[in-house]
């Protein structure tokens, strides 16, 4: 169990191995153009806001249990690859969850090719399984209400869930039950602090929406011993500069030991709805490796696009 929920984390919050990845991008939609430092005499705004507004909010997450009010459209598509980023499976799916009364999924197009499944029938990379799990809704997600678990599997990946959950929703603070990378998330803290760059941005989101980008990023000046010791690279947010509500985040992972590698890279992007009263998620990808002793490392990239959100409850 100590061993999956260490898996877990460094598969969909980021995974892999020290190297480039030479191979599909999945973040083809530029959504974000950086314009300049801010000035904190005009703008009255320092890194301390910053950090409080990220670790205190708890709208970025209120914005995916959301979408259990909604009918939309999902498009996901998943790659995996071999040591040497040669693509190895394909999938591709269009679903439409309809909320119109009891929950109920649609495939509305579906396409496999490659090297996908076991002989028993499930996917050969647990990467494809947990993305399978949380955004194609194979056993349970948070597209309908969370039912009671009643065996061991599902409260497992009940429990791998809330890892990823407080990663991405409250970064920052540690990620109890998985030992030596649990601390390594508190970036905020008094001692980690000498080793990141606070700053941020002004910017514009979707063409249209002033925003400012938060971005934690380790130092440049540091040795590659401490670097290395580093788990979180770089953690960005998106802030609307109107409301500072909260729009995206990119989370930027590397991190090595004997028991394990990974090197991954997140992104998450929000869009307003319900004549901008609502938002809801438009955009998820990933990019990552991860390996561990006596396993077949793991390679993979996804893209979720989320679009005609109707509004049903």
């Given at each position: ?24 991008n999945p ?10 430092a801010?000035?904190?005499v ?10 409080n ?20 459209t ?32 649609e ?25 399978d ?45 998985v ?11 008094a001692?980690?602090r ?52 909260i ?15 990974f ?12 004549k ?8 998820i ?12 490392e793991e ?15």
């Amino acid at each position: 169990m100590m061993k999956k929920l260490t898996l877990f984390l460094s598969l969909i919050v980021s995974m892999a191995q020290a190297q480039e990845f030479k191979r599909f991008n999945p973040d083809t939609v530029l959504t974000v153009q950086l314009d300049s430092a801010v000035s904190v005499v005009a703008e009255r705004i320092n890194v301390q806001m910053f950090i409080n507004k990220v670790t205190s909010d708890t709208s970025f997450y209120e914005a995916f249990r959301n979408m259990k009010r909604y009918s939309f459209t999902a498009e996901n598509r998943v790659f995996t690859f071999d040591k040497k980023n040669r693509t190895e499976g394909k999938i591709y799916r269009k679903i439409f969850h309809n909320n119109a009364g009891k929950y109920r999924q649609e495939i509305l197009a579906k396409q496999d090719s490659g090297k996908l499944l076991k002989k028993n029938g499930k996917y050969q990379l647990y990467t494809v399984e947990m993305f399978d799990y949380i955004f194609m809704n194979a056993y349970n997600s948070d597209f309908v209400k969370s039912e009671s678990a009643s065996d061991e599997k599902k409260k497992g990946n009940e429990s791998y869930k809330d890892k990823l959950k407080t990663l991405l929703f409250t970064p920052g603070k540690p990620v109890k039950g998985v030992p030596i990378i649990g601390d390594k998330t508190q970036i905020f803290s008094a001692n980690m602090r000498q080793y990141y760059d606070y700053t941020f941005f002004n910017g514009t989101y979707l063409d249209s929406i002033p925003i400012y980008t938060f971005r934690v990023k380790v130092k440049d000046d540091l040795s590659g011993w401490t670097k290395s010791g580093l788990m979180i690279k770089e953690l960005n947010t998106i802030f609307d500069k109107r409301n500072m509500q909260i729009l995206g985040r990119s989370v930027d992972m590397k991190y090595g030991n004997l028991a394990f590698d990974f090197d991954v890279k997140m992104n998450i992007e929000m869009g307003y709805f319900d004549k901008g009263e609502s938002i809801l998620p438009t955009k998820i990808s990933y990019q990552g490796n991860w390996d561990i002793p006596f396993k077949k490392e793991e390679r993979a990239s996804f893209l979720i696009l989320h679009k005609g959100y109707k509004r049903e409850k």
